[in-house]
Nanobody, 118 residues
Framework: QVQLVESGGGLVEAGDSLRLSCAAS????????MGWFRQAPGKERDIVAT????????YYLDSVKGRFTISRDNAKNTVYLQMNNLKPEDTAVYYC???????????WGQGTQVTVSS
């Protein structure tokens, strides 16, 4: 059974940093992609960043480029999202996700709240 457990959210001020962690278990993730998504109140869930576990290639939402960094630790089966220079518009519930064999994100964590005050 695949499990994704996020941690690291919290309440910070604009300009601060946070690092989110996603501990993955239940299968080998090295042939798939991992991603971070976010959903603000009243808005749709947006993709923030993804990483191909084997190649390390990444994708970022334009509004977070240069501020957020996605990475993975093979030994710990953990994916991270380092978020620097946070802005109030980054406030959302952040979800970790993993793709299935067909390439779609089908496994989800429970979410962690990130709140950035101005």
């Amino acid at each position: 059974q695949v499990q994704l457990v996020e941690s690291g959210g919290g309440l910070v001020e604009a300009g601060d940093s946070l690092r989110l962690s996603c501990a993955a278990s239940g299968r080998t993730f090295r042939d798939y992609r991992m991603g971070w998504f976010r959903q603000a109140p009243g808005k749709e869930r947006d993709i923030v960043a993804t990483i191909n576990w084997r190649s390390g290639s990444t994708y970022y939402l334009d509004s977070v480029k240069g501020r957020f960094t996605i990475s993975r630790d093979n030994a710990k089966n953990t994916v991270y999202l380092q978020m620097n220079n946070l802005k109030p518009e980054d406030t959302a519930v952040y979800y970790c996700a993993a793709t299935g064999t067909l390439g779609s994100f089908i496994y989800w964590g429970q979410g962690t709240q990130v709140t950035v005050s101005s």
